[in-house]
């Protein structure tokens, strides 16, 4: 089914969502969210897309081995809370995300 309303929409609301879900990320400390809020709605974004465009063309955007990127990127962070004393929420958000998105794959590839 070709549904260019559909996909007119998508393509303006995904990129809105993923702003809005590192805004989570990065503000989670002054306002309620953080990590997990935040990489929720940046994976949920990549699902929809997945969704109206297709799931080759969405793993085709982003692989289902990216899930692997975002272990090694919340090892760094972990990392670097330890020796800087900060807290970076960025790596708990992709880890989010790009778990998500991997989970979503794996269901359809097994319907």
Do not use: N, W
């Not at 809005?20 to 699902?47: E, K, N, T």
């Not at 982003?62 to 272990?71: E, H, N």
């Amino acid at each position: 089914m070709e549904d260019t309303i559909l996909k007119a929409v998508t393509r303006y609301v995904v990129p809105i969502m993923q702003i809005f879900g590192f805004y989570i990320i990065f503000y989670g400390m002054d306002s309620p969210g953080g990590g997990f809020a935040g990489g929720s709605v940046v994976g949920v974004g990549m699902v929809v897309y997945s969704l109206v465009y297709g799931v080759d063309t969405g793993q085709r955007r982003l692989p289902r081995d990216m899930a692997m990127t975002g272990g090694i990127i919340l090892c760094l962070t972990v990392i670097g809370e330890l020796t800087f004393g900060g807290v970076f929420k960025i790596g708990i958000g992709l880890i989010v995300a790009l778990v998500m998105i991997a989970i979503f794959f794996t269901l359809v590839e097994e319907v």
